[in-house]
């Protein structure tokens, strides 16, 4: 797809219709059904919409379907009121179906199997109990089958919590088990045998009762996710990995329009900005599809080797938004001349030929992938190859162009272009430095895309060069990973402590408040409970206005259309499809908090207004408003005790967790800066997502300290926490930037190259890094400020070294390297292929990446003297 349309300037919008477009086009490829449906719901105009809107519908329909056994009147059909007084089919169906409702199949498939597994565990240790057991806890059992059934439950639960299972498993197995340990426990009947043996009745018995009822909500999920045109995650990644694509060529172009113009833009930067977001929420979209597809596929088939492809893809699209990040960063507060304007209009051409070749070569390889269900065919193969051969050709194109453009702006470059001037010119860096960045990376981009392509075919002959892409998404997780980390530990202490005494408090009951063998409180708290302490009352919060919502609502409901005439049956089966359509968009459209409140208060709310008896003629039946309050003094309670263990294991505030998280970001950063600029270490750092991974959970824990409760403390600084993780992104794409243009293959991991060794054997680039990692120190020290809280003066105000500047210390270090670097004999040779490969590309990158650095460094450092 050819660029050359682009337009520069404030008047047209420079990538706007391309990408706008790229959604339109993906549309019109689907089928005529499909495209049909789409178009009822919008999703020319608002594809997000149109998505939560068809989820709604498919849900509620769902439910409807769920719910037609409750609306028809007692007595009409015998097989059904038979069905209905044995047990066998509850409208409890209703939350299982609520909390398995996904966007695609392979996601809807692996929470119910997730449900299903903790479901059938707690069934079958109950039937092992009442093995042993048969008539439970009853004058005719032994008078020590009390003491073992709570020894047996205790341990149960107390394994269940340990042990590191999906949390869907665990949640239901604890839940459903709560309830069926209570009813052991209470003398009488239980209507819980073990199979085969006397007295068992398959009919009434509540593990094949909970069985049927979770494969019949299961079945009806997993027929949303099919009906009308099924909702794949392996349709979704190719949707994504096409759209991926694109819209990352047409980030390259936008970059070169954009360094094309005679000044920076403020507008054409809000741009890329706005573009470079999307590319990223796109690529986390592509993983996380990848990984759901596993479910649609079991690992096997055409459709797994399309994912491991997919997979593979996904790693050449992550490497490559490093390399668009690294240009991002660069160019930020940094403006450019002359110099920097004629370079670019000399070598403008070249960059549009690259990222066209480019684009083509992706594009065919995502295009051989999924329309060749992952097969590549001789003819594939034979495109590809020439399309490698031409993408190389114009990455080597780029550096003759280049080079020769720099001959021309200039004498000082002739000592890195081969010529015989001695001298190189601080100048010439930081003139000509956003040139080069973009020329260095979008030649690396060239590089990951050749590789993507070279091990596709590759995969032709060797399948085993794709990665495997096997995620179980939980079901080969190590059952005990983790488990011995602090803050494990103690959310399974404070869950378990919350649970047997909310089971003691229904077990015994209290007065009229609390009915004796009430297990719904323990059966709440393994629900409500959350891994943080004082964010979690909010969530607990909205989680009782969501069952308040929905029992009062549909208790209303239930209660005007009462009859069992057509008259009042139909207004309340179409109330319950418009109800539920409502709540479950605001369960898909919203955010987490708000989505908790939806779910819930579309589970009790037509769960009210299925549950109970209609009436004939004038008859009247009364509504349980007894058993509505029951349930909302059960919710209250058991948040009661969440909030009084959270005190007593108290694990500490979300706001120091917080804190330590972004110390841990820190820390981690100063370590990969100070083993890049090691002598002593020969090797770059192996790509891996920890630094990501301590970022995200810096930034989840910042959402929960801004909600918990400051009581006598000054208020969480949320704006400044986000901007210092905005600016610590930023450098962790520098880092990666420094990692990649100084290792020998130019990928993440390996041995640093050689013009990385000549680098650090002078005395400047080392002492250049340690200013950093000192500036490092500064703001990392600063950053306590988060832990302020009270109206006193900052204690580190006081101190000198927190303002230190270090400016005109690395402006001095950086004219000395240039010095150093002219007599440098292998710069001298430079004798590249390619612009990833030229030496003075490479030392410019890599000190503007230390630049930028310092300027985000700087910026932080700002911020925070600003606001302390």
């Known amino acids: 797809m050819a660029h050359g349309d682009s337009q520069r300037g404030d008047g047209v919008p420079l990538l706007g219709h391309k990408l706008s477009g790229t959604y339109v086009a993906r549309f019109m490829q689907t089928s005529r059904y499909r495209r049909a449906i ?106 020590y089958a009390l003491w073992v059934g709570v020894a047996d439950g205790v341990l149960f639960i107390s394994t269940l919590m340990i042990l590191n299972l999906n949390a869907a498993t665990k949640i239901v197995a604890i839940s459903n088990f709560i309830g069926w340990w209570m009813l052991f426990l209470k003398p009488g009947d239980d209507s819980f045998h073990f199979p085969l043996s006397a007295g068992w009745d398959p009919w009434r018995d509540a593990g094949l009762s909970s069985l049927m009822t979770t494969c019949v909500g299961s079945f009806l999920a997993i027929s949303g996710c099919l009906f009308p045109y099924p909702l794949l995650a392996l349709d979704n990644a190719k949707d994504s990995a096409d759209e991926l694509v694109h819209h990352m060529a047409g980030l390259w172009t936008l970059f070169v329009d954009y360094l094309g113009t005679e000044h920076r833009q403020a507008y054409a930067q809000d741009r890329v900005y706005r573009n470079l977001r999307r590319l990223e929420k796109l690529s986390n979209k592509l993983g996380h599809d990848v990984d759901h597809a596993w479910w649609e596929c079991l690992g096997l088939g055409r459709r797994q080797r399309v994912r491991r492809k997919l997979r593979r893809l996904d790693k050449a699209i992550k490497d490559s938004y490093d390399c668009i990040y690294a240009v991002w ?57 020439n399309m490698i051969q031409a993408l190389k050709d114009a990455d080597e194109d780029l550096l003759l162009n280049f080079k020769q453009a720099r001959r021309d702006l200039g004498r000082s470059f002739s000592v890195l272009d081969g010529g015989g001037h001695d001298q190189l010119q601080v100048t010439d860096i930081e ?58 530990r103690n959310y399974a202490l404070r869950t378990l402590a919350c649970l047997f005494v909310g089971f003691a408090i229904g077990y015994n009951g209290y007065k009229d408040l609390v009915e004796q063998y009430e297990s719904r409180i323990a059966g709440t708290v393994v629900i409500l409970v959350s891994k943080f302490t004082g964010s979690a009352v909010v969530k607990n919060l909205r989680r009782i206005q969501g069952v308040v919502l929905g029992m009062v609502f549909g208790q209303i409901v239930k209660k005007l259309f009462m009859g069992c005439d057509l008259v009042s049956v139909v207004p309340l089966g179409v109330v319950t499809f418009l109800y539920a359509l409502v709540m479950v968009f605001v369960v898909h459209s919203s955010e987490a908090g708000y989505a908790d409140i939806g779910k819930l208060a579309a589970i009790f709310g037509v769960q009210h207004m299925l549950i109970g008896k209609c009436s004939w003629g004038d008859g009247d039946i009364p509504i349980d408003k007894q058993g509505a309050y029951d349930s909302i003094v059960c919710n209250v309670i058991a948040c009661m005790l969440i909030a009084l263990f959270d005190e007593i294991f108290y694990p500490g505030r979300a706001a120091d967790s917080a804190y330590d998280s972004l110390q841990r970001v820190f820390t981690m950063l100063e370590e990969a800066i100070g083993r890049h600029f090691d002598k002593s270490i020969s090797d770059i750092r192996e790509r891996n997502s920890s630094l990501a991974a301590a970022i995200d959970v810096a930034c989840d824990l910042n959402e929960q300290a801004a909600n918990e409760p400051r009581f006598w403390r000054t208020p969480w600084r949320r704006e400044m926490f986000d901007s210092i993780i905005s600016f610590l992104v930023r450098m962790r794409y520098n880092t990666r930037c420094l990692e990649c243009c100084m290792a020998d293959n130019f990928m993440f991991g390996g041995k640093k190259g050689e013009v990385m060794r000549a680098l650090l054997d002078t005395k400047s680039v080392p002492l250049l890094a340690d200013h950093l990692l000192q500036k490092i120190g500064v703001v990392k020290r600063l950053s306590s400020v988060l832990m302020h809280e009270t109206v006193n003066r900052f204690p580190l105000l006081n101190d000198e070294d927190v303002t230190r500047e270090f400016r005109n210390e690395s402006q001095l270090i950086r004219g000395r390297i240039a010095d150093e670097l002219s007599s440098v004999e292998l710069l001298k040779a430079n004798s590249a292929d390619t612009m990833r490969e030229d030496a003075f590309c490479r030392i410019t990158v890599t000190l503007v990446s230390i630049e930028t650095i310092f300027q985000d460094l700087r910026e932080m450092q700002h911020l925070i003297l600003r606001n302390c």
């Open 431 to 488: 003139e000509l430095a956003l040139p080069h960045v973009l020329a260095f990376n979008v030649s690396a981009w060239a590089h990951v895309l050749v590789e993507f392509a070279r091990r596709l075919v590759e995969s032709k002959s060797n399948p085993e060069v794709m990665p495997q892409a096997d995620v179980g998404l939980g079901v080969l997780a190590s059952l005990v990973d983790g488990v011995t980390a602090f803050e494990y």
């Open 38 to 143: 789409r178009r009822l719901f919008l999703a020319d105009a608002n594809p997000a919409f149109a998505l939560d809107a068809e989820l709604s519908v498919r849900s509620s329909v769902g439910l409807l379907f769920l719910g037609l056994p409750f609306l028809i009147p007692h007595g009409m059909f015998d097989w059904l009121d038979k069905l209905q007084g044995s047990g066998m089919y509850k409208v409890s169906v209703v939350t299982f179906f609520m909390f398995n409702v996904k966007r695609s199949l392979g996601e809807c498939l692996a929470s119910c199997f997730g449900c299903l597994r903790g479901l059938i565990v707690a069934v079958i240790h109950t039937w092992i109990l009442h093995f042993f057991f048969p008539s439970s806890v009853t004058d005719d059992a032994p008078w």
């Open 329 to 385: 960063a660069a160019t930020q507060g940094r403006d450019w001349g002359d110099r920097h304007n004629l370079l670019m209009a000399l070598v403008t051409p070249q960059f549009r030929a690259i990222v066209d070749s480019g684009e083509a070569l992706v594009t065919t390889c995502v295009k051989v992938v999924v329309d060749g269900n992952g097969v590549i065919s001789d003819d594939g193969e034979k495109k590809i190859l």
